[in-house]
């Protein structure tokens, strides 16, 4: 059944219910871009930009280098790159050589890179030229399959002078050692040949990208995105998004083909920055900016609002803690966003009051969607109209997109309109399933008069005009600045140091991050150990956003009658 659409009374009317046209190689909005406008910048990069042409003549090159390799049909190439202007290119070229996009976080240690390589089964890697990225793909590889290493230095990207100046200077991040056998990007550019013949792709069935998210196992699960779902995905978005682009005008659809200018702050790695800021730039011809590392400059942030002042960017897609981080720079008066005019959020909870000072300062409108990494991600989104979007709520469901209340128990019985309950997806954009594991696919799935949908894990209810209202979410997940970080994984790594018997992780409130990762540990009998030691422990092992802020030592932890621990409990009393 899922949502009765005739309550969707703020539903803007010109919003098509239902759109087709989206089963197609996900690489073909590259093409089709690259056929329209030619000529338009699509990344820019330290005042240099490549057009949507010399993009798709990038990926036509990488698809013939990889296909030259052996890397073909259904194999997994990993992508493990901050936001540089190579990532589209490449992450097009993957998919022209019929392969699957694996994403990796720039930031990963070498045993959580490592899990992802060896998991995926990946045959190549794309790293950045640096001293701590490059060394940590090299590591990461050695027991994986990985057979193929192809290092992107980013002095290619850069405008001439620039290039020459940072090259003398030693400004241009570079490794130390490079190892003998490994590709470099500017070269396989130059001779892999401009023509391949990509094999035929099963939209629809094909796998084109696999993002790991995180999972109560303690090792993240990879979610099977096919290029349909990807692509209906950023069809649904060019449809709903309706701006006035001349003040008093009326609401229509993104003009193509460069008027629009993304600011790409949200990291690519991760399906919420890949599909509704890199993936909808691209469908919409605009302009993409690449901003690797958007804490920069001093005091932190200062080089993304100096980005926005030269760039002139229209749209941002971030998360609550990004605008945070804009309203709270002390010196922002200093610069001007009023480019601005329309911004998505999502990942967690907005503020009202922050949404309304971030509007007034920049004159755009933030509206608020809901997702999940296995549903590319976005289920539902507000209208990008004040008149209809609803603070609080998270809007209505995308066109062909079904959303049903269920019960926590069996997942199978639809609850009353208001009532809170699990929330369910059935639509285009929900994943083929989980990587090679079918316990999780069997856990995370149900059939409902005859559709399969897949279950969040997050609480929610609809209310009397048809706006989805999110209540809760999984007690035990933590949102650090947008991400997810599961406890189980932090506690796996815990439980590797030989003076923990017991440990468990929650999340506490957090002015910055809208929650931090608290441990609590009981050690060994006759151990001592202290917090300093497993805090540079975990530092080893955990990205930033996983690592413990602070961690509390108990004789016991509280346990239920079978042995588990509450984390409830600690939470409550921590």
């Avoid at 016991?556 to 409990?569: A, F, H, M, Q, Y």
Wanted: aromatic share 10%.
């Amino acid at each position: 059944m899922g949502i009765d659409f005739a309550h969707q009374v703020h539903r803007p009317p010109e919003i098509p219910w239902e759109i087709r046209g989206f089963e197609k190689p996900l690489f073909a909005l590259l093409d089709e871009a690259a056929e329209r406008f030619p000529k338009a910048a699509f990344t820019i990069f330290q005042d240099a930009s490549r057009t949507y042409a010399q993009v798709q003549a990038l990926a036509d090159r990488i698809a013939a280098f990889l296909m030259a390799q052996g890397i073909g049909k259904g194999d997994r190439v990993a992508l493990f790159l901050p936001n540089l202007p190579h990532y589209p290119a490449i992450f097009f070229g993957i998919l022209k050589a019929g392969a699957v996009c694996v994403t990796c976080n720039p930031m990963y240690t070498v045993n959580e890179l490592g899990y992802q390589l060896r998991d995926s089964g990946a045959k190549a890697v794309f790293c950045m030229d640096h001293p701590q990225f490059y060394p940590v793909a090299v590591q990461a590889a050695q027991d994986s399959d990985v057979q193929t290493v192809v290092i992107c230095n980013i002095k290619s990207s850069l405008p001439r002078l620039k290039a020459v100046l940072g090259g003398l200077l030693g400004k241009i991040p570079k490794a130390a050692v490079h190892e003998p056998g490994h590709f470099f990007f500017d070269r396989i550019i130059e001779t892999a040949p401009p023509e391949q013949s990509p094999p035929a792709i099963d939209p629809l069935q094909d796998p084109a990208l696999i993002v790991y998210t995180g999972g109560t196992t303690g090792h993240p699960k990879g979610a099977v995105l096919t290029h349909s779902n990807l692509a209906f995905h950023a069809q649904a978005l060019n449809e709903w998004v309706r701006l006035p682009h001349e003040g008093g005008g009326s609401f229509e659809k993104l003009r193509p083909g460069g008027y629009h200018c993304y600011l790409g702050i949200l990291p690519w790695y991760h399906i919420f920055g890949l599909s509704v800021c890199m993936l909808a730039a691209c469908s919409s011809g605009s302009r993409l900016v690449c901003i690797p590392d958007p804490r920069a400059g001093h005091p932190p942030f200062t080089d993304v609002l100096k980005a926005v002042v030269h760039y002139r960017p229209t749209l941002l897609v971030a998360v609550p803690t990004i605008f945070s981080a804009f309203f709270n720079h002390p010196h922002l008066e200093q610069y001007d966003l009023s480019s601005i005019m329309c911004c998505a959020s999502g990942g967690a909870p907005l503020p009202h009051e922050l949404c309304r000072k971030f509007e007034e300062k920049t004159g755009s409108i933030i509206f608020e969607g809901y997702g999940l990494s296995e549903t590319s991600p976005v289920i539902s989104v507000n209208p990008t109209c004040k008149d209809s979007r609803r603070l609080g709520t998270v809007g209505y469901s995308l066109p062909n997109t079904s959303i049903s209340i269920v019960d926590l128990e069996t997942g199978t019985r639809e609850l009353p309109r208001g009532e809170d309950g699990e929330i369910a997806v059935h639509g285009p954009q929900v994943m083929k399933g989980y990587w090679k594991n079918p316990e999780a696919d069997a856990a995370s799935f149900r059939e409902i008069d005859g559709k399969r949908f897949f279950l969040t894990g997050d609480i929610g209810h609809v209310d009397t005009e048809g706006y989805l209202v999110i209540t809760d979410r999984k007690k035990d997940v933590i949102l650090v600045g947008g991400f997810n970080c599961y406890p189980r994984e932090v506690e796996e790594v815990l439980f590797q140091h030989p003076k923990v018997a017991q440990a468990a992780v929650v999340g506490i409130p957090d002015e910055k991050s809208g929650e931090a990762v608290k441990a609590f540990v009981q050690l060994r009998s006759g151990e001592s150990c202290g917090e300093q030691e497993l805090l540079d422990f975990c530092r080893q092992r955990l990205t930033g956003y996983k690592r413990p802020r602070s961690i509390e030592f108990r004789d016991e932890l509280p346990t239920s009658v079978v042995g588990k621990v509450l984390r409830r409990v600690l939470r409550d009393t921590g």
